[in-house]
């Protein structure tokens, strides 16, 4: 269950980046998600093949399973906040020294 949780939301993340109008300000933060979450996909994609392999399910469609992709999705979604929050930070201050330039003649 974590296998399909973490590829919707790398679906989800990557229509956003892909959508998003203002390039400045969150398209790190979308990417670092969309990588993320993909790249959680991917290991258990490969895990899942394993499991093919010794002759198990590729799904695990279990309680802990589900629990577990719910914790990978919020901690996904906790580191995005605050890369979110680093790069808004960081652009209101380049933006702050522009609009101080323009006013270093007087």
């Not at 991917?42 to 577990?68: H, K, P, Y």
């Not at 580191?79 to 201050?93: H, N």
């Amino acid at each position: 269950m974590c296998l399909i949780m973490t590829y919707i939301a790398t679906a989800i993340f990557f229509v956003l980046w892909l959508f998003n109008k203002d390039k400045k300000t969150g398209s790190k933060s979308l990417l670092s998600a969309t990588l993320m979450f993909g790249g959680a996909g991917l290991m258990w994609s490969v895990d899942g093949i394993a499991s093919l392999l010794e002759g198990e399910s590729f799904f695990d469609i279990s309680i802990e399973d589900t629990v577990l992709g719910a914790i990978i999705i919020a901690s996904g979604l906790a580191v995005y906040v605050i890369v979110s929050l680093i790069e808004r930070r960081s652009y209101l201050k380049v933006m702050a020294k522009d609009k101080n330039k323009d006013f270093d003649y007087i």
